[in-house]
Nanobody
């Protein structure tokens, strides 16, 4: 089993920055693909960004390209999401997710591609 715990959310003004962290425990996740998703009020959960277990593949949703950066520190078993130039439309609960990656040639960008999920952290961007 893998436990994921997100942190770093909060209230920020438009144009500001936040860095989310996802710490993991239970198993090393160095060979796991990992991703960030978000869910705004009244909307379905959507893909934000992902990173392959090797770190070599990092797909992003079009809405965050150029503003958000996903990274991982396998030595610390931690996933990050650096969010810059935040907009009110980025307001959501942000979730991290993980799935074993050695048998998967591509990093998933759909919810169903992930096995383990955190509880989420709230990000609120005021205008």
């Amino acid at each position: 089993q893998v436990q994921l715990v997100e942190s770093g959310g909060g209230l920020v003004q438009a144009g500001g920055s936040l860095r989310l962290s996802c710490t993991t425990s239970g198993r090393t996740v160095s060979t796991f693909h990992m991703g960030w998703f978000r869910q705004a009020p009244g909307k379905e959960r959507e893909f934000v960004a992902a990173v392959s277990w090797s770190g070599g593949n990092t797909p992003y949703a079009d809405s965050v390209k150029g503003r958000f950066t996903i990274s991982r520190d396998n030595a610390k078993n931690t996933l990050y999401l650096q969010m810059n130039s935040l907009r009110p439309g980025d307001t959501a609960v942000y979730y991290c997710a993980a799935v074993p990656g050695l048998s998967r040639t591509t990093v998933p960008i759909a919810e169903r591609g992930y096995t383990y999920w955190g509880q989420g952290t709230q990000v609120t961007v005021s205008s």
